[in-house]
């Protein structure tokens, strides 16, 4: 299934093909990954993008969430086997979890934290 989002104002304009998006515990903000390689953190009482975390160009964002008890961090995972922690206040990135798979393709072998 592919969602398509649509976002207007009148300074940007900005639609793109979301990979995943979940809502924030208190369903307050939504996080979304798209297929522009962003992560996006949408303020929806105000009905506004408030902030854009730009991913490296040719890596694929496939999941994003918030922390269950704190609206303020989103863990990103990527088709690398990174998963990327983030600041959702200053956008800035955090903790780097490593994801190496040495046994299976679907099975989670080794995390280092970085």
Known sequence: MVCFLSYFDPINIYIGILI???????????????????IRIWQISKGKCMRV???TPGIENLCCCFHPSNNNFIAVGNNRGILQMYN???GKALKVLFCFNLKRKNELSIIRIV
């Open 53 to 55: 975390i730009e991913s």
């Open 88 to 90: 959702v206040s200053t």
């Open 20 to 38: 995943d998006m979940q809502w924030s515990p208190i369903n307050d903000l939504l996080v979304t990954a798209s297929s522009d390689a962003s």
